[in-house]
């Protein structure tokens, strides 16, 4: 959580401009329409060959290939709403819901 805010301090100093935001759940869905955008950030060009090489790489290697894990929060003594009010400034601030939401 702390890493959380400091980010969101430095982020707000450095300027929204030199931040891109990706979500595991973008990744999960389309791994190469996700670098492509990260590229076109960084005013860099995915050639062919790295984005076949991603390509075969994102294959391999989906989601539950190697299996599931499952955690709860409870787990770990925490419940969902003690997430979501450690992380309420980011939650609100970018709009997105806590997995499992």
Request: charge should be negative; proline fraction near 1%; glycine fraction near 10%.
């Amino acid at each position: 959580v702390e890493g959380i805010g400091r980010a969101m301090v430095d982020r707000a100093a450095i300027g929204e401009h030199r931040f891109l935001d990706v979500t595991q759940q973008e990744l999960d869905a389309d791994a190469i329409g996700t670098a492509e955008r990260i590229y076109d950030f960084l005013g860099l060009e995915l050639n062919n060959i790295t984005r076949a090489a991603m390509g075969e790489w994102s294959a391999a290697n989906r989601l539950g290939t190697r299996g599931r894990h499952h955690y709860t929060a409870e787990e770990y003594g925490l419940t969902k709403g003690d997430i979501r009010a450690a992380f309420r400034d980011y939650i609100e601030r970018f709009d997105v819901a806590p997995e499992g939401d």
